[in-house]
């Protein structure tokens, strides 16, 4: 089974950037669709973004759109989440969750993803 761990959070102005790490061990993630879900304290869990298994096709949420890029790279079974642009409402603790499937298909639910991080704390400051 694989494990993932989350880094690269913290304290942001708003406006700034930050790259979330999420590397995996115990296993490969070439086979695996990522995603990085966030929740916000009071909020919902909520899809940020999805990468297919060879990096070809991602999908985002609108709140993020044109804001944030997923990436892999599985030579180094990691993947990454760049946020641009940061506003107040993107503070949350990130997750990175993986689903093995080397399908096209978007997976943009919490129960589409098998393994999950601890996650990783993102605060944006005014």
């Known amino acids: 089974q694989v494990q993932l761990k989350e880094s690269g959070g913290g304290l942001v102005q708003a406006g700034g950037s930050l790259r979330l790490s999420c590397v995996a061990s115990g296993d490969t993630l070439d086979r695996n669709g990522m995603g990085w879900f966030r929740q916000a304290p009071g909020k919902e869990f909520e899809f940020v973004a999805t990468?297919?298994?060879?990096?070809?096709?991602?999908y985002y949420a609108d709140s993020v759109q044109g804001r944030f890029t997923i990436s892999r790279d599985n030579a180094k079974n990691t993947v990454y989440l760049q946020m641009n642009s940061l506003k107040l409402e993107d503070t949350a603790v990130y997750y990175c969750?993986?689903?093995?499937?080397?399908?096209?298909?978007?997976?943009?639910?919490?129960?589409?993803?098998?393994?999950w991080g601890q996650g990783t704390q993102v605060i944006v400051s005014s």
């Open positions: 990468i297919t298994a060879n990096g070809d096709w991602t």
């Open positions: 969750a993986g689903r093995q499937s080397l399908s096209i298909s978007f997976y943009v639910g919490a129960g589409d993803y098998e393994n």
